[in-house]
């Protein structure tokens, strides 16, 4: 029987190449639980990308952009903002 030898792959990230996220790591960036944003992405409330296995994969620059918007938007009739 032939020795089995373990190959092991480091994978670079190219500058400039998309990084995605999880679920976990959307999460604390909207304030809400991973169930939450699990609901978002397959309600279609969040741009997201489905893996092969159904999970959620958030794109990182993406997500940034929402963040921005949610904090530099306008409260509306909210007399306690």
Request: include cysteine; charged fraction near 25%; hydrophobic fraction near 40%.
């Amino acid at each position: 029987m032939a020795k089995m030898e373990w190959v092991t792959f480091e994978i670079a990230v190219r500058e400039g190449a998309e990084r995605w996220l999880l679920t976990s790591d959307v999460a604390p960036l909207l304030g809400v639980s991973p169930k939450t944003i699990a609901r978002w992405a397959r309600e279609g409330k969040l741009p997201c990308q489905a893996t092969l296995g159904g999970h959620h994969r958030f794109n990182e620059r993406e997500m940034q952009d929402l963040v921005r918007s949610l904090i530099n938007r306008p409260t509306q009739g909210n007399p306690y903002a």
